[in-house]
C-alpha cells in the first residue's frame, strides 16, 4: 500500500513542476496568466473502521487553477497597443466571419493587410457599433464587430469659392515691364500661392500674381493693380479677360470690384472635367502703406482624406484621423469578464474560451460597473514572479525527493520480509 501513496506524492509532485515549469516558461509572454497546482489528500473513509485508526491513501492534484492577478505594465509606442488596469478580457474572433468568440489579456494589437485590427496570430478585435456622434448602438455578443480601419474619409469636394483679403504697398512701384508675363518678375510686383481642389478632389496651386497699373495723384483720382491667375499652367479669365483689375480710392480702400469674380470654366491638368470657381477679393482688401500681406485665405474645396493616425482613449472609443481633417469614430472596444475566470479554458497564445465552470461573457466598457481601465500605447506583461515560482520549484523538488524516499524505504522493509528464513 505504501508504495502507491509515494508513488501518488511523486506524480503530485512532478505536476507541480510541471506547472511551474510551464509558469517560467512565459515568464515573458505577453497577457499570460500563470496557474497553481492544488492538492488534496485521498482517504478511504469506511463507517466500519475507527476514524483514529483510519490511514490515508495519498494525494491527488485536485486542479491546476489559474491566477488572474494583473501582470506589469509596459509602454509602447503603438497606439493600437493595448492593456488592461484591472478585471477584463478583450473579445476576439479567430474567424473574420465565424461566430466563435474568444477572450485574451494580450492587447498587442496591429493592422493587418486588410486594414483589419488583429493580434499576431490573427484574431479579429471586436468593437461595439457606434453613430456619427460616438454613441453605442449595439451592445450583445452577436452584434460586435471585427475593427476595421478604413483608407479613406469623405467625397472631393471642387473648389468653387476662393477667398482673400490683402493688403497691397500704397508705395509700390509700377513695373518696369509694361507687359505682364508670369516668368518675368519685373513686370509684376507680387505673387501669392493657394491651394485649391479639382473634381477628383487632387490639390491644385492657384498663383495670383499682382501688378501696379497706376498710382494716385491726389484726392478723387484712383490707384489701380491688375490680378491676374493661374492654376498651375492654365490662365484663369473672366469673360475672355485674362485679369481682375482693382481700384482703390485715395484713402486705400477698395472700390472695384465689389462682388466675386466668376472666372470662366477651367480643367487643371490631371483633372478629368472643367470647374469653375469665383474669386473675391471682399471688402477688407486695402492698400496701405503697409507691406504685401495676405491677411485671410479661404476656399471651399475638399480632397479625400488618407488615414494618417488612430487613437484609442480611455472610454475604448477608436478615432481615425485624416489628412483632409475628418475625424471618425470606428468603434468601443468590447470589454468581457466572467463569474469565475479560473473556469475558462485555455487555448494557447494567450488566449481563453467559456466554458460552463467560468459562466458566460458579461460584456462592459472600460471604467463601467466593475470593468477595469483601458490603457492605450500600453502592454501588459506576464503576471509571473520569478523568484516565487523558483522557491516553488525547490519546494517542490524536495516534495519529490521526500516521496522518492519513501517509496525507497518501503522498498527495502519489502526486501527484509522477503529475505525472512522459517
Request: charged letters at 15%.
Amino acid at each position: 500500500m505504501s508504495f502507491y501513496t509515494s508513488l501518488s506524492g511523486l506524480q503530485a509532485s512532478q505536476s507541480e513542476m510541471n506547472t511551474i515549469s510551464h509558469n517560467l516558461a512565459n515568464v515573458a509572454t505577453n497577457g499570460f496568466k500563470k496557474s497553481r497546482t492544488e492538492f488534496a489528500d485521498v482517504i478511504a473513509s469506511s463507517v466500519s473502521v475507527s476514524p483514529t485508526k483510519m490511514v490515508g491513501s495519498g494525494v491527488t492534484v485536485k486542479a491546476n487553477r489559474q491566477q488572474f492577478g494583473q501582470g506589469n505594465l509596459i509602454q509602447s509606442s503603438s497606439s493600437l497597443d493595448l492593456a488592461i488596469s484591472g478585471d477584463g478580457f478583450f473579445a476576439i474572433k479567430p474567424q473574420l466571419d465565424g461566430s466563435k468568440v474568444n477572450f485574451t489579456r494580450n492587447g498587442g494589437f496591429a493592422v493587418n493587410q486588410d486594414r483589419y485590427v488583429t493580434d499576431a496570430q490573427g484574431n479579429y478585435l471586436q468593437v461595439y457599433p457606434v453613430d456619427g456622434s460616438g454613441a453605442v448602438v449595439a451592445t450583445g455578443i452577436d452584434q460586435t464587430q471585427s475593427l476595421r480601419l478604413p483608407a479613406t474619409s469623405g467625397t472631393a469636394v471642387p473648389t468653387s469659392q476662393i477667398n482673400m483679403t490683402v493688403n497691397l504697398p500704397s508705395a509700390g512701384p509700377i513695373p518696369t515691364t509694361a507687359t505682364f508675363d508670369r516668368f518675368d518678375p519685373s513686370s509684376y510686383n507680387q505673387s501669392t500661392s493657394t491651394t485649391i481642389y479639382d473634381n477628383n478632389g487632387n490639390p491644385q496651386t492657384l498663383t495670383t500674381y499682382f501688378k501696379r497699373t497706376s498710382a494716385s495723384t491726389g484726392t478723387g483720382v484712383n490707384s489701380t493693380w491688375e490680378a491676374y491667375n493661374y492654376v498651375g499652367d492654365v490662365p484663369l479669365t473672366a469673360g475672355g479677360s485674362n485679369k481682375i483689375n482693382l481700384t482703390f480710392d485715395s484713402s486705400g480702400t477698395l472700390t472695384a470690384p465689389t462682388t466675386a469674380t466668376t472666372f470662366d470654366p477651367f480643367t487643371p491638368a490631371g483633372s478629368p472635367s472643367a470647374q469653375t470657381a469665383a474669386f473675391n477679393f471682399g471688402n477688407a482688401t486695402s492698400q496701405q502703406a503697409q507691406p504685401f500681406n495676405i491677411s485671410s485665405r479661404t476656399q471651399n474645396g475638399k480632397a479625400v482624406g488618407q488615414i494618417e493616425g488612430v487613437t484609442v482613449d480611455g472610454d475604448g472609443l477608436v478615432k481615425a484621423s485624416f489628412s483632409n481633417g475628418d475625424v471618425q469614430t470606428l468603434g468601443k472596444v468590447v470589454l468581457a469578464n466572467f463569474i469565475d475566470p479560473a473556469g475558462l479554458r485555455q487555448l494557447g497564445d494567450s488566449t481563453w474560451a467559456a466554458t460552463g465552470l467560468s459562466g458566460q461573457p458579461q460584456l462592459g466598457s472600460a471604467g463601467v460597473d466593475g470593468f477595469g481601465n483601458l490603457m492605450s500605447s500600453t502592454i501588459e506583461r506576464s503576471n509571473v514572479d520569478i523568484t516565487e515560482e523558483l522557491v516553488n520549484l525547490i519546494a517542490a523538488q524536495r516534495n519529490f525527493q521526500a516521496n522518492a524516499k519513501a517509496l525507497d524505504t518501503a522498498s527495502q522493509i519489502s526486501e527484509t520480509i522477503f529475505n525472512i528464513r522459517t
